[in-house]
């Protein structure tokens, strides 16, 4: 693929309805992290993480090698469950990409569309739960979905959310079985693919260890 997209409208106006219509687009070809950087930025603003970074690499960590309140210390190398990325900021990111770029890409990502997720729950208590979110930068209360924003919010990872009243109660633990146990739709990385997601509409899923697994090189942009 060609690092200038600026000339590939036709590609980007696929992507864009691709995530609109799925919630996910997948593109081949991004060989460099320069040229994914490009190709995030027609999804929107790339922001800083904790480090200051707008790109992070992303690698399998034990527990003792991750960083606190994160959810490789939570789960260490097992499988994560789905989560909404960004869930303990403020406002999380509109859109994240996912690069692969080299090294044992057999571990697969899932992902999940909220509302398959929320399928069947009583819709009150989803609209009346109040949630404590705390990722370690200050504790807030949330609620489940934010209909005020374009398409809808969702927000929710075990990791850093709490139950905060009644309704909240009533519901998290079916939804965290939900979180641990669908299966969504399964990603099979190969270098140089990106997966575009709307962070807000579905969540993502990281697949249990492979046998004698190698070191994976995942690249992350989050993006406003
Ligand atoms: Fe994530």
């Known amino acids: 693929m060609h690092s200038e997209y600026s000339n590939q409208p036709e ?79 403020p406002l999380p990111c509109r859109v994240l990409t996912l690069r692969a770029v080299e090294g044992d890409l057999r571990r697969t990502t899932r992902v999940l569309d909220a509302r398959t997720l929320l399928n069947g729950l009583d819709h009150r208590l989803i609209e009346r739960s109040c949630w404590i979110v705390n990722g370690g930068m200050g504790a807030f209360y949330a609620n489940l979905r934010d209909a005020s924003k374009a398409g809808g919010l969702m927000r929710l990872d075990f990791g850093c959310m709490k139950p905060a009243n009644a309704a909240a109660r009533a519901i998290s633990c079916e939804l965290s079985t939900r979180t641990q146990q669908f299966k969504g739709i399964e990603i099979a990385w190969s270098a140089g693919m990106v997966l575009i997601l709307d962070n807000w509409r579905m969540l993502h899923a990281r697949s249990g260890p492979v046998e004698n697994e190698g070191l994976r090189l995942l690249e992350r942009i989050h993006l406003t």
């Open 11 to 89: 590609l980007i106006a696929k992507l864009s309805r691709q995530l609109e219509t799925d919630g996910f687009a997948v593109v081949n070809g991004v060989d460099s992290t320069d040229e994914h950087m490009v190709l995030a930025s027609h999804f929107g603003n790339p922001v800083c993480d904790r480090s200051g970074a707008m790109l992070t690499r992303l690698t399998v960590k034990s527990h003792e090698e991750a960083r606190p309140k994160s959810l490789s210390a939570l789960h260490g190398q097992s499988a994560f469950p789905f989560h909404t990325d960004t869930a303990f900021w």
